[in-house]
């Protein structure tokens, strides 16, 4: 197909050019109104790395703006610097992403943030994803009551402190929403040398189905990812011959990548899932089934 003719010294015509840039944003915007999160806003914490960088890339494909937060603002703001607009892989910001910096353990810290949120987009996060989360492995009989604390801090109440702010606000505007947090396959069978982390991942679920109970009246559905082994900073630190056992009691006979978890996030928080609530999906390749 011909392209557009070309008038004098070899420029197209302004009417060209304006009808071109005009069909240009209007393709944009058709394809952002097919995408499944076209129209919504959604806070990742943990984005800074792992699941919740994979999470956040895949949201922002999916036509979200991304609330991209970490207690490490450096690696947020990197995580932001990998979003497109919408439908994009990855590649140039597409100017509706923001990266935030919270301890979500903390309770003004977690407060302020959806504040913050907030404040900068004018409405409430409609997609809720909690990925931060730590580990400080150590056999029971020697942990130390400080490594309990920390984990079950970080990983049960930072995700019950940014449910709980993020349900009220949603509550208090009339908005529905999608809120996803991530637990762990380890919250069914518990795992040598995690007693808090074990903890602290079942607790998530309990959380969970709970507020789902709560919440459905809102609008606002709840609902739990159990992740296998994934590959990320966290199991990095595996020794390889430990892999490679449990690779062999893994059916699909590998670890996982982050965008194995980060697509069925993208699942939940679309109305392709409207009817799921206080579901516990696990992403474990079949690991104890």
């Not at 979500?104 to 913050?116: G, H, M, W």
């Not at 929403?177 to 518990?190: F, Y």
Request: with cysteine; proline share 4%.
């Amino acid at each position: 197909m011909a392209g557009p003719a070309l008038i004098g010294s070899g420029h197209a015509s302004p009417e060209l050019l304006l009808a071109a840039a005009s069909g240009s944003a209007l393709s944009h915007l058709a394809m952002a109104s097919q995408l499944r999160l076209g129209s919504a806003l959604a806070l990742v914490t943990g984005a800074g790395s792992g699941i919740g960088r994979a999470v956040s890339v895949r949201l922002a494909r999916e036509g979200a703006a991304v609330a991209a937060c970490d207690l490490d603002q450096a690696a947020a703001r990197e995580t932001v610097g990998l979003l497109g607009g919408p439908g994009s892989e990855k590649g140039a910001p597409g100017g509706n992403h923001t990266a935030f910096q919270a301890d979500v353990s903390e309770t003004t810290s977690a407060r302020r943030l959806l504040e913050q949120v907030q404040a900068c987009f004018s409405r409430p996060p409609s997609v809720v994803v909690s990925c931060a989360g730590i580990t400080r492995d150590e056999f029971l009989l020697r942990m130390s009551e400080d490594d309990w604390d920390k984990v079950i801090a970080v990983n049960l109440k930072g995700i019950f402190l940014v449910t709980q702010a993020a349900a009220q606000a949603l509550v208090s505007s009339g908005c529905h929403g999608s809120i996803i947090n991530i637990s762990s396959i380890i919250a069914k069978v518990g795992n040598i040398g995690q007693t808090n982390y074990a903890a602290s991942k079942a607790g998530v679920v309990g959380l969970t189905q709970s507020a789902a109970r709560e919440l459905g009246r809102y609008g606002i559905r709840c609902n739990s990812v159990l992740p296998g082994f994934i590959t990320t900073p966290m199991t990095q630190k595996i020794p390889q011959k430990v892999k490679d056992k449990v690779n062999g009691i893994i059916p699909m006979g590998h670890f996982g990548n982050p965008e194995d978890v980060a697509n069925v996030v993208a699942f939940l928080a679309s109305e392709d899932s409207g009817y799921i609530t206080g579901a516990s999906v696990e992403v474990s390749g079949g690991l104890f089934m």
